[in-house]
């Protein structure tokens, strides 16, 4: 028997963008296939998508399209997926004994709606206190861009990023907040193209009220050049 929908919860879950676990639900088999099977597969169910919507697709426009659609969701907007992908986050000791925050900010962001399958597009603000290393500056965004490249929900996504900095770094003094525009809420449903969504997500000494205030102080600097 195949999967039973329950329509109206999964609109509401949907439409209210509620996320389900903090981790990303990937099933036990998902690595059964290689890159080119999935590209494979994908291309011939987006054919038949297409094709059902009344699209000819032997139109020279449209002809390729399956195709080129099935290798983006693979190896691009989805390549987070695949634990072959993650960045490598070498660790340093922190020779220079630098004992404050450190902060990247502005993080460009893309990410796809796990709802409607829509873009996600934002910044990312991430923030450490070294307990001993240090990691490569360009390290975090590598992160950031790892988790965002999945079908996410932006509170997951957040939770995620401070989760594996944390393990990096081992310590618990992390904090990221995201501001993200959610296409599924300004091109459809309320059609809010002004509205945006923010997160975030304090460990450690980021839980602390001066702590937090200083981070939060941090990202909003004029730091354009």
């Given at each position: 028997?195949?999967?039973?929908?329950?329509?109206?919860e999964?609109?509401?879950?949907?439409d209210?963008?509620i996320?389900?676990?903090?981790?990303t639900?990937?099933r036990v088999?998902a690595?059964?296939l290689?890159?080119?099977?999935?590209?494979?597969l994908?291309?011939?169910?987006?054919?038949?998508i297409?094709?059902?919507?009344?699209?000819?697709l032997?139109d020279?426009?449209l002809?390729g399209?399956?195709?080129?659609?099935?290798?983006?969701?693979?190896?691009?907007?989805f390549?987070?997926l695949n634990p072959?992908?993650?960045?490598?986050?070498s660790?340093?000791?922190?020779?220079?004994n630098?004992?404050?925050?450190?902060v990247?900010k502005?993080?460009t962001?893309?990410?796809t709606?796990?709802h409607?399958?829509?873009?996600?597009?934002?910044k990312?603000?991430?923030?450490?206190?070294s307990?001993g290393t240090?990691v490569?500056?360009s390290?975090?965004?590598?992160i950031v861009?790892?988790?965002?490249?999945?079908?996410?929900v932006?509170e997951?996504?957040?939770i995620?990023?401070?989760?594996?900095l944390?393990s990096?770094?081992n310590?618990?003094d992390?904090?990221?907040v995201?501001?993200?525009?959610?296409?599924?809420?300004n091109?459809?449903?309320i059609?809010?193209?002004?509205?945006?969504?923010?997160?975030?997500?304090f460990?450690g000494q980021f839980k602390?009220?001066?702590?937090?205030r200083?981070?939060?102080?941090?990202i909003?600097?004029n730091?354009k050049?």
């Open positions: 028997m195949g999967i039973q929908i329950n329509s109206s999964t609109d509401h879950i949907g209210n963008h996320g389900t676990s903090s981790e639900p990937i088999d690595f059964k290689n890159n080119e099977e999935k590209i494979e994908i291309e011939h169910d987006v054919k038949h297409m094709e059902t919507l009344g699209l000819d032997r020279d426009s002809k399209t399956p195709f080129r659609v099935a290798k983006m969701f693979v190896n691009e907007i390549g987070g072959k992908n993650k960045p490598k986050a660790t340093f000791q922190n020779k220079y630098y004992g404050e925050m450190l990247e502005n993080i962001l893309y990410s709606c796990e409607h399958l829509l873009p996600i597009v934002g990312a603000h991430v923030a450490y206190i307990n240090v490569g500056l390290k975090m965004n590598r861009d790892y988790y965002a490249k999945r079908p996410q932006q997951r996504l957040t995620q990023i401070v989760k594996e944390q990096v770094l310590t618990k992390v904090a990221c995201i501001d993200a525009k959610h296409l599924c809420v091109s459809r449903g059609k809010d193209i002004e509205s945006s969504t923010v997160t975030s997500e460990g602390n009220k001066e702590t937090r200083e981070f939060l102080d941090y909003q600097l730091t050049f």
